[in-house]
């Protein structure tokens, strides 16, 4: 990749209190699938993966992003789970509130008004806790209910480091 580019997305990122919580379930959840918990702070819910992008357009694309209105809801992580396929253990919600379909639509809309390109796979909504994960089909999971808040999205830049991704949050936009 150029410098003059940057790999980006759009994420839901959870207060550091919430992060918390999230890390101490992530480490429980290892204990299950082994595998790696993610970092503290880089524990988020992806809405688009866009990839890629030429740092000139992103003025362009926060101002685009900036112009819509998303609505404020509740999320309730109630569901643990693993995937094989990409090695993930994770949490995710039990129902899919209209607001968080309605603000990802938005978004990929914008995008594609603006033709920048993003990752068009059906959204899954789900907050990655362990990578390299040894999925087991019959794995007794910890229980939990987690309630999130949910009241501004973010425009996140990943870098790959040798100690691993680094996310720089680029600018977030309140909801209402
Ligand atoms: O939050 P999760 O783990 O679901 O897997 C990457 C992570 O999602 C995903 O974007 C999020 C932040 O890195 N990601 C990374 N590369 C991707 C790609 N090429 C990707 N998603 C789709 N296509």
């Known amino acids: 990749m150029s410098r003059s580019s940057q790999r980006l997305f759009l994420a839901l990122w959870p207060d ?62 109630v569901r643990a789970g693993c995937w094989k396929r990409s090695q993930i253990g994770w949490l995710a919600p039990e129902r899919v509130p209209a607001s968080l379909n309605v603000l990802v639509s938005q978004l990929r ?32 999971l910890p229980g939990i209910r987690l309630g999130w808040s949910v009241h501004r999205f973010s425009l996140v830049h990943a870098r790959t480091l040798s100690t691993g991704p680094v996310y720089e949050t680029i600018d977030e936009w309140p909801m209402k």
């Open 16 to 77: 550091p209190r919430l992060r918390t919580v999230l890390h101490t379930y992530a480490q429980q959840l290892q204990s299950v699938f082994g595998g790696r918990t993610v970092a503290k702070d880089n524990i988020h819910l992806t809405l688009v993966f866009i990839g890629s992008l030429s740092s000139d357009r992103i003025d362009g694309l926060r101002k685009i992003i900036g112009s819509l209105r998303a609505q404020r809801f509740e999320l309730d992580l």
């Open 109 to 140: 809309n914008s995008l594609s008004d603006a033709r920048i390109l993003f990752d068009d796979k059906p959204f899954i909504p789900h907050v990655t806790l362990i990578r390299k994960a040894k999925c087991k089909s019959k794995a007794d």
